[in-house]
C-alpha cells in the first residue's frame, strides 16, 4: 500500500468493487482467486480498527484481597460507634459543598452517615480489625436483602415486622425506632437471616466465608438481637466511667439544626447506600491506617479511577497511632492519597482532660474538620509532636 494511504478508505473502495458481480467473475475466470485472498490477508489488518485494552477490573471479593493486610487487635468490639455527636459536622459539610469523591472511613455503622451525606462515587471502610470486615459485609447484605429502612432494621436487630411493612417508608426515624421498640425479636427469624446473608455473601458478592467467619458473623447478629437498641460500644477490659451512647440515641441524634440526619433518618439516604451497596462501591477492607500496603494501595486504586479522596473520617485512630509511635508512618500514608485543597479529615477528639473549643456540652467526644492539605502541612513541618498538637492546632470552626 503506497505510504500515507487511508486503509479504511481503500477497504471502502474495494468493497464497492468488490460487490460487482463481474468484478469477481473476472477475477475467478483469470485464476487470481489466490492472489486476491493474498491481497485482502495484507490489507485487513491494516484496515481493522484498533481495540484498547483495558485493564481487567477486580470483582468486589478481588478487590478486598487486592487492599487488604494482615489484620490487627483492638481493645474493644466496635460493634457500634460510641461519638455521640457524630452528626454535629454535617452542616459544615453542606455549608462547604463536600459532595462526591472517594470516603475513606473506619469503624462501624457511623460511615453510612458520613456517606450519605457525602454522596460519594466509592467508600473505603478500613479497619485494623478484620471482625470490621465481616460485619461490614453482613451489613452490606442486609442493604442488598431489604427493600426499605424498615426491613433494614427488623433484619438488624431480629424483630420481624406483623405488618405490611410498605407503609413504613414514609415514617420518621423515631416513628422506626418506636416500631423496633414495640416489636418483639424472633430467634427462628435470625436464623433465617443469617441463612440469606451467608448465602448472599458467598454466591452474590463471591466472597468465602470460614465457619470462623460464620460464627463470628452470628455472634454480631446474636449481640444486635439480644441488646436491640440498648446495644453499646463496650471494651475489652474495663467498663468505662463514661456512659456511652446506645444505638437508640444514635439513630436519634441530630445535626447542630436540631435534624436528625443518621443514614436512616429518610428513605432516600437508605436508598443511595443501597445502591451504592448493590453496585460494589462500598468496600470494607483489613489493614493498619500505617500499614505498608492497605492505606497507600487503596489510594493508588483511587488515583486508577480518576477520582480524588473528599472525606477521610479517621475516628480517634490517631490517638492510638501516636501511643504506638507510628503517626509518622499514617501521615506518609496519607501523603500518598490523591487529594484536593477542598478534601477534609472528619476526627472524633477525647480530650483526656484537655478540653476543646468546639466542645459540646453533654458530648464527652468532639467531632472535627480539617482540611487535609493542612495536616500534612503541619505533619512536614514538625509540628504534631502530641495527640493535643493534633486535635489543637487546626481545624474548622462547625458552629
Not at 427469624?189 to 454466591?203: C, N, P, Q, S
Request: charged share 25%; glycine share 6%.
Amino acid at each position: 500500500m503506497p505510504k500515507g494511504q487511508n486503509p479504511a478508505k481503500v477497504l471502502g473502495v474495494m468493497r464497492r468493487a468488490m460487490s460487482s458481480s463481474s468484478f469477481i467473475r473476472q477475477l475467478l475466470q483469470g485464476g487470481r482467486a489466490h492472489g486476491v485472498l493474498l491481497l485482502l490477508l495484507a490489507i485487513l489488518p491494516a484496515c481493522t480498527p484498533r481495540v484498547a485494552i483495558r485493564p481487567r477490573v477486580p470483582t468486589f471479593a478481588q478487590l478486598i484481597a487486592q487492599l487488604s493486610e494482615e489484620g490487627g487487635y483492638f481493645p474493644s468490639d466496635n460493634l457500634i460507634s460510641n461519638e455521640l455527636g457524630y452528626q454535629k459536622v454535617l452542616q459544615k459539610l453542606d455549608e462547604l459543598n463536600v459532595r462526591g469523591g472517594v470516603y475513606i472511613g473506619v469503624g462501624p455503622e457511623q460511615n453510612f452517615t458520613y456517606i450519605a451525606a457525602v454522596r460519594p462515587a466509592y467508600a473505603f471502610i478500613l479497619d485494623i480489625r478484620r471482625e470490621n470486615r465481616l460485619q461490614h459485609l453482613f451489613y452490606k447484605a442486609l442493604f442488598v436483602l431489604a427493600r426499605h429502612r424498615a426491613e433494614y432494621l427488623a433484619m438488624w436487630l431480629g424483630r420481624p415486622l406483623r405488618e405490611p411493612s410498605d407503609r413504613w417508608t414514609r415514617a420518621s426515624v423515631a416513628d422506626l425506632v418506636q416500631l423496633m421498640e414495640t416489636t418483639p425479636p424472633d430467634s427462628d427469624y435470625v436464623r433465617m437471616t443469617l441463612e440469606r446473608v451467608y448465602a448472599t455473601i458467598e454466591r452474590r458478592f463471591g466472597v468465602p466465608l470460614t465457619p470462623e467467619d460464620r460464627r463470628s458473623i452470628a455472634d454480631i447478629a446474636r449481640r444486635f438481637f439480644e441488646d436491640g437498641l440498648d446495644i453499646r460500644y463496650e471494651s475489652h477490659f474495663r467498663r468505662s466511667w463514661r456512659q456511652f451512647p446506645t444505638l437508640r440515641q444514635l439513630l436519634l441524634e441530630t445535626d447542630l439544626m436540631g435534624r436528625p440526619r443518621n443514614f436512616l433518618a429518610t428513605e432516600e439516604s437508605f436508598q443511595f447506600l443501597k445502591q451504592l451497596q448493590e453496585q460494589d462501591r462500598i468496600i470494607p477492607v483489613t489493614g493498619d491506617f500505617a500499614g505498608p500496603k492497605a492505606l497507600r494501595a487503596i489510594g493508588d486504586y483511587i488515583r486508577s479511577l480518576g477520582e480524588t479522596v473528599s472525606v477521610f473520617y479517621v475516628s480517634n485512630v490517631e490517638y492510638y497511632l501516636l501511643q504506638n509511635d507510628t503517626f509518622a508512618a499514617f501521615a506518609e500514608n496519607v501523603k500518598t492519597l490523591p487529594r484536593t485543597e477542598r478534601s477534609l479529615i472528619i476526627r472524633s477528639y477525647v480530650g483526656y482532660g484537655v478540653s476543646h473549643p468546639e466542645a459540646l456540652p453533654g458530648y464527652f467526644i468532639t467531632t472535627l474538620l480539617q482540611r487535609m492539605n493542612e495536616f500534612v502541612r503541619l505533619y512536614e513541618a514538625g509540628e504534631y509532636r502530641t495527640y493535643w498538637d493534633v486535635g489543637l492546632l487546626d481545624y474548622i470552626p462547625v458552629r
